[in-house]
């Protein structure tokens, strides 16, 4: 079943806009990972929140985290072209399993 | 270092066929899993691994077995194919300290079952 639902399931901005997609997911978590998936490749980890944080940088990513609305952000600011790809959120609840959940993804194309 | 690799990238079988999709890794990592990719319908856990000899189910293991003899590898059977079974398929890994890691996925099987 899927944990996390990503809104919207598509979007398409101009090369230096900023990119926000939302995660939303059902149940309690112990962290909150952000997948980028280009084209025909496998999916790289971008970054990863835990629950008892609220939000995160990496570079040009900004990752917040609501866990009372169950809901999280990716930022990617000053977007470029090499950002088009599908971004997935994953949810984990820890433990020695710590098996992920992944939601339905979110296809960015960012136009030069 | 070459993380995870998945062979084959690409095969075609036909209903009622057998295979093994492959997966190794040399990060000496104990957590492995397999996916499946459709479209709009995200990834979805198939089998996963904490550790060599140590398999379980995720929410998808029907017509799909697998082993884990050694840390470094972690196959994929289909027993008899079927059409439903036709998708894409990623590997991915991590260290098994704790469910706070990142996984590390392989560039994926793309099946297609005739």
């Known amino acids: 079943s899927q944990q996390g639902e990503e809104d919207p399931q598509a979007l398409s901005i101009q090369e230096g806009e900023n990119a926000t997609m939302n995660c939303s997911y059902k149940t309690s978590i112990n962290n909150l990972q952000w997948y980028r998936q280009n084209s025909g490749r496998g999916l790289v980890h971008l970054i990863l929140i835990r629950s008892n944080e609220r939000e995160k940088h990496s570079g040009r990513l900004r990752v917040t985290l609501d866990t009372s609305k169950k809901s999280s952000s990716l930022l990617i600011t000053a977007s470029r072209a090499a950002d088009t790809a599908s971004y997935f959120c994953a949810t984990g609840r820890g433990g020695s399993q710590g098996n992920l959940i992944f939601g339905k993804g979110t296809k960015l194309s960012v136009k030069p | 270092n070459a993380g995870v690799t998945q062979t084959p990238k690409f095969q075609v079988l036909k209903t009622g066929q057998s295979m093994t999709l492959q997966c190794a890794q040399d990060?000496?990592?104990?957590?492995m899993s397999w996916y499946r990719q459709d479209p709009g319908m995200g990834l979805r856990l198939i089998h996963y691994s904490v550790g060599a000899g140590i398999t379980d189910q995720g929410e998808v293991p029907n017509g799909y077995n697998v082993s884990r003899s050694t840390t470094e590898d972690f196959p994929l059977r289909l027993l008899s194919a079927a059409p439903s079974q036709t998708s894409v398929y990623f590997c991915?890994?991590?260290?098994?300290?704790?469910?706070?890691?990142?996984?590390?996925f392989g560039d994926g099987t793309r099946l297609s079952i005739l």
């Open positions: 991915a890994s991590r260290p098994q300290t704790g469910g706070n890691q990142p996984q590390h």
């Open positions: 990060m000496n990592h104990e957590y």
